[in-house]
């Protein structure tokens, strides 16, 4: 199998499981416990959370460690709009967030907050102009994410960390997709909060973080103990924290060795190979800086769904949409918010590549996919006469 879903999820790095299966054995104890088991297992989690600030470049922030990116999104747009109530009642959020913010600012919409939605260009970018015109002496939260599941767009994070701090609004990124691939400095970029998953980049699924500015408050989603800050109460998942951090330590170790380089390369090879062997292809999101091994193109006159299991027979993984919202025959709202006609978004696939992609693998799917799109082409329009 040609797993080339990467941005769904990514196949566990060996340092991460190695990392896991020895906190599983020997770091069982409780991090809240006193005894040396406790303290034992108390210095994997700081240790993890200190390594996490430094990558993020500021250690003076906090980590809170939840249960993955949908945790963290929930936690920054619900814990910001409940704690900031007396301040002000509007969120600004992009149009083509993941569901996890998309839906979190949905649920605040139900308790009387109210929701502008900022729209993007045909490229995928957030429309910055709109952005200043939409702030009012009410808005408590930006929310912008980092890099774009679907098309693997980077948005201008550093401009939008600008306009929100000069306006006095808090911002919010999510970093779930840039996360370990991409330069993500929290000040530098003046994010408050940015949200973390450790699946995307060959840690384990389930577990995730926000960080946020120090001294920022917000109020809990999840109450009991006092853990982390009594920010989100629950025993931490120590292995799940520590092959986190190894899967981190992992990819930046592979962005300092010029890997990036290789996968985006790896991306541009299939990007071509498929743009000269497969006529009236279009490539989404081109024009704009993109995630290194995320590629989506539009198959015209086929349906996504097709042509993704006709794909999977053929040995090859890949995506139509976000994998979050496959199985659902709705539209990507993304290519909708980016203007896509409707047969584009139709046939569209979502191709992302990670840190075990090889050079073979792309060879074998510009062989395997040309032909298979002529045939799901020929079908449809048989079918169809
Ligand atoms: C941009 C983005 N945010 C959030 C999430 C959710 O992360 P998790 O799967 O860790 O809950 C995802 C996962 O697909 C994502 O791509």
Redo the contacts with the bound molecule.
């Keep these: 199998m040609i797993y080339l879903d990467y941005?769904?999820?990514s196949p566990l790095r060996p340092e991460a499981r190695q990392r896991m299966l020895h906190l599983l054995e020997e770091a069982f104890g409780n991090a809240s416990s006193l005894h040396q088991k406790g303290r034992q297992a108390r210095a994997v989690v700081e240790e993890a959370r200190a390594r996490l600030l430094a990558a993020l470049g500021d250690p003076r922030g906090q980590i809170v460690f939840t249960?993955?990116?949908?945790?963290?999104?929930n936690l920054a747009l619900k814990g910001v709009a409940r704690a900031n109530r007396q301040k002000g009642d509007h969120l600004i959020v992009s149009s083509v967030?993941?569901?996890?913010?998309l839906h979190a600012a949905q649920s605040l919409a139900e308790e009387g907050i109210r929701v502008t939605l900022l729209p993007v260009d045909h490229r995928g970018l957030v429309d910055l102009q709109f952005l200043q015109g939409a702030i009012t002496p009410k808005t408590v939260l930006i929310s912008v994410?980092h890099?774009?599941?679907e098309v693997g767009a980077v948005q201008p994070i550093e401009a939008i960390g600008r306009i929100a701090r000069e306006r006095g609004v808090l911002f919010h990124t999510?970093?779930?997709?840039s996360f370990g691939k991409l330069p993500l400095d929290a000040r530098e970029a003046g994010a408050d909060l940015v949200?973390l998953?450790?699946?995307?980049i060959g840690g384990p699924?389930?577990?995730?973080a926000l960080y946020l500015r120090q001294g920022l408050r917000i109020a809990p989603l999840i109450h009991g103990g006092p853990h982390e800050h009594s920010l989100r109460a629950g025993t931490e998942n120590v292995a799940g924290i520590g092959g986190m951090q190894a899967a981190l330590e992992a990819a930046l170790d592979e962005r300092r060795d010029g890997a990036a380089g290789r996968v985006e390369g790896l991306r541009n090879r299939l990007e071509e190979g498929l743009k000269e062997r497969v006529p009236d292809l279009l490539v989404n999101g081109q024009g704009v800086p993109r995630l290194p091994g995320t590629l989506n193109a539009s198959f015209r006159g086929c349906h996504g769904e097709t042509l993704l299991m006709a794909f999977d027979l053929a040995g090859i993984a890949v995506s139509t949409g976000?994998?979050?919202s496959s199985g659902s025959t709705e539209q990507s709202h993304v290519l909708a918010a980016m203007g896509l006609e409707a047969s584009s978004i139709e046939g569209s696939i979502r191709f992302s590549l990670g840190w075990g992609t090889t050079g073979e693998e792309i060879g074998e799917c510009l062989e395997r996919i040309p032909p298979i799109v002529e045939r799901v082409r020929r079908a449809a329009v048989s079918r169809e006469g």
């Design positions: 941005n769904a999820t249960s993955g990116g949908t945790e963290a999104d967030e993941h569901h996890a913010v994410m890099a774009n599941n999510d970093g779930v997709q949200s998953s450790a699946h995307k699924k389930g577990v995730g976000s994998a979050c």
